[in-house]
T-cell receptor, first 111, second 114 residues
C-alpha cells in the first residue's frame, strides 16, 4: 500500500473558484503534514505545514488534517491562474526523518 | 529572499561516467538533503546530511552515490558510474532545524544519462 496517495488530476477550475485538494495516508507514524506547490520543472515550494488535527489558515490557503481518517486537505480560495501548478502533500514519520511525498495533483485555473 | 542554488540546471552524460551535482544551501541552514524525481513520478528521498555525516539514506542511495560538504557553502551529490535509470531531476534541499521539516528546495538539476 502506498504511504501517501493523491488523485493525479488534472483538476480544472475557473478563476475565482475554490480549489479542493485531498491526500490520504496509511502510516499512523506520520506526525506532520505539508503541502508543497511545484511549478513545471521547478523544485517544490512549501505552502503549508500542520502538526495536529484541525484547520490551519494562511491567506487564501487552508490546510485541514483529520488524523482519525488519515485524510489531509488543502483549500485554495479565490483561485488565480498563477495557482496553476502541481500540489504535493508530504509527511515525515518523525522530526528529522525523510519526507514521503504523494504523487501530486495537477491544478489548472482557467482565466 | 535566501534560496537554495543548484548547478548545473541541466547535465547530459554518457552511461558509466561520473557526475557531480552541486548545491549551495541557504547560508544558516544545518540540514541538507537530496531528493530526485523521475519524469512523471513522485519526489523521492535520497539522503539527508547533518554535522558532516549522512543521517539517513534510502535504498536508492547505493554505493554509486556519495555526498560531500567540501567547504562551508557547497553540498554535492556524486554519482560514480551513471546508469540510464539515473536520469531524473535531482533536487537539493536544506532546513535550519529539525522539527517541522520546513525544507527549502532548489530548482533542480535535470540529469540525462545517454
Amino acid at each position: 500500500q502506498k504511504e501517501v496517495e493523491q488523485d493525479p488530476g488534472p483538476l480544472s477550475v475557473p478563476e475565482g473558484a475554490i480549489v479542493s485538494l485531498n491526500c490520504t495516508y496509511s502510516n499512523s507514524a506520520f506526525q506532520y503534514f505539508m503541502w508543497y506547490r511545484q511549478y513545471s520543472r521547478k523544485g517544490p515550494e512549501l505552502l503549508m505545514y500542520t502538526y495536529s488535527s484541525g484547520n490551519k489558515e494562511d491567506g487564501r490557503f487552508t490546510a485541514q488534517v483529520d488524523k482519525s481518517s488519515k485524510y489531509i486537505s488543502l483549500f485554495i480560495r479565490d483561485s488565480q491562474p498563477s495557482d496553476s501548478a502541481t500540489y504535493l502533500c508530504a509527511a515525515p514519520k518523525a522530526a528529522g526523518n525523510k519526507l514521503t511525498f504523494g504523487g501530486g495533483t495537477r491544478v489548472l485555473v482557467k482565466p | 529572499e535566501p534560496e537554495v542554488t543548484q548547478t548545473p540546471s541541466h547535465q547530459v552524460t554518457q552511461m558509466g561516467q561520473e557526475v557531480i551535482l552541486r548545491c549551495v544551501p541557504i547560508s544558516n541552514h544545518l540540514y541538507f538533503y537530496w531528493y530526485r524525481q523521475i519524469l512523471g513520478q513522485k519526489v523521492e528521498f535520497l539522503v539527508s546530511f547533518y554535522n558532516n555525516e549522512i543521517s539517513e539514506k534510502s535504498e536508492i542511495f547505493d554505493d554509486q552515490f556519495s555526498v560531500e560538504r567540501p567547504d562551508g557553502s557547497n553540498f554535492t551529490l556524486k554519482i560514480r558510474s551513471t546508469k540510464l535509470e539515473d536520469s531524473a531531476m535531482y533536487f537539493c534541499a536544506s532546513s535550519d532545524w529539525v522539527g517541522e521539516e520546513k525544507l527549502f528546495f532548489g530548482s533542480g538539476t535535470q540529469l540525462s544519462v545517454l
